[in-house]
């Protein structure tokens, strides 16, 4: 795939989930949620309530990204961003990523926070890209390899 333009970002729905965790699953510094997390994740009644979103590639139909981030108290928590294989160095997470700002802005959140593993350099770079500043290091963080999360956030007011 090399045309990230030809895309439909939309609110995740019930029947991606499947996509979604084959997407993850091919990703080692994904978080792997069961189905449970991501119906949950879509369910407007939650607490905390989620911001879910998909990419779809308009010319296959192909599900190709997610983003999913969590609100409390008018700040979101970026939980989880996701690019198939298949489609990765084509912009498509500067593109997921624009579309969950602009949704958290709709909904007044002032400010997005993450984690990220501290060796994920594309991720690093492509929150950097985005403004996200570094506020901070948790030693040890991750399991399966033992890695440090460097913590960011970007103020969105």
Known sequence: MTDPIALLIRPMQVEDIPRVMQITECQPEAPHWPVSAYELALNPNAAPRRVALVAEHLASRALVGFVVASLVAGEAELESIAVAAEAQRCGLGGQLLLKLLAAL?????????????????????????????????????????????????????
């Open 105 to 157: 802005k709709d909904l007044d959140v002032s400010r997005i926070n993450l984690e990220v593993r501290a060796s994920n350099h594309p991720a690093l770079a492509l929150y950097a890209r985005h403004g996200f500043r570094e506020t901070g290091r948790r030693i040890g963080y991750y399991a399966e390899p033992v890695e440090d999360a460097e913590l960011m956030c970007l103020d969105l007011g």
